[in-house]
């Protein structure tokens, strides 16, 4: 995401797990994707990044983007998955 520029208004919205090796589904987002709708209708979501603690496959990956790509308003949409937030913490 280097030299990147984003417009409008963004969104983070954190989906944590108390469950050790848990992995996200599409089905485990479908209150987001409700509020999300609702957000970008509202002109308060172009850019949308969803950060999580569980795993993330590279076919629940591909399958949230597209979901979250096709409420009309949102530009942009980016996924962080447990692995991404390991490598924020560890030095």
Known sequence: MKN?????????QCKFTTQRDEHLSLGALK?????????AQNG????YLLIT???VSGGSDKT???A?????GINFFDLFGSEWLTQQIKP
Not at 32 to 37: D, F, P, R, S, T
Not at 44 to 47: C, D, E, G, K, M
Request: glycine letters at 4%.
């Open 4 to 12: 990147e520029t984003f417009e409008g208004r963004f969104v983070i």
């Open 31 to 39: 209150d987001e994707l409700v509020k999300a709708e609702k957000l």
């Open 44 to 47: 308060l979501a172009q850019t």
């Open 53 to 55: 603690n569980a795993k």
């Open 64 to 66: 949230i983007r597209e």
């Open 68 to 72: 979250f790509l096709k409420i009309k």
